[in-house]
């Protein structure tokens, strides 16, 4: 059986934006996939700041231990800004203390945030014009 990950990636050229989007159940094969898709993005572009959305959760299969260990792992685009959209609140709390661990280990700590709009009001975007990553 083959993995399809559970995300779509997006790219507003202008203000150089990754798009991020989760939709159905967050597993740790997506996270992982989502830094394999990330590392050849930032190879091909360069680095880019980075908005990932996951109102599109229904819940999470990964174990919090994985986030925790995610949390130790360097930025994939140093010294770039994320800003992390979680609505819900388990996945909120997940995303706070990956933050912490980020900023302690020296990266550029992501915004958490509950909503797009305030995502979008962070990195400055007005009327973001997104395009699919396969269509680059």
Do not use: C
């Not at 990754?18 to 939709?23: A, K």
């Not at 997506?30 to 050849?40: H, K, P, S």
């Amino acid at each position: 059986m083959n993995y399809l990950p559970m995300f779509t990636l997006a790219f507003e050229h202008t203000h150089r934006v990754l798009l991020t989007r989760f939709t159905g159940w967050l597993s740790s094969e997506d996270i992982v996939q989502l830094d394999r898709a990330v590392v050849a993005f930032v190879v091909r572009v360069g680095p880019v700041r980075g908005l990932l959305d996951f109102s599109g959760i229904e819940g999470i299969t990964a174990p919090p231990l994985f986030f925790a260990a995610r949390g130790q792992s360097p930025q994939i685009a140093p010294r770039k800004r994320r800003v992390i959209v979680a609505p819900h609140r388990e996945l909120y709390d997940l995303a706070r203390a990956f933050a912490a661990q980020q900023r302690e280990l020296g990266n550029v700590e992501p915004r958490v945030v509950t909503s797009l709009r305030d995502a979008y009001r962070l990195l400055r975007l007005k009327k973001p014009k997104f395009r699919p990553v396969r269509d680059l």
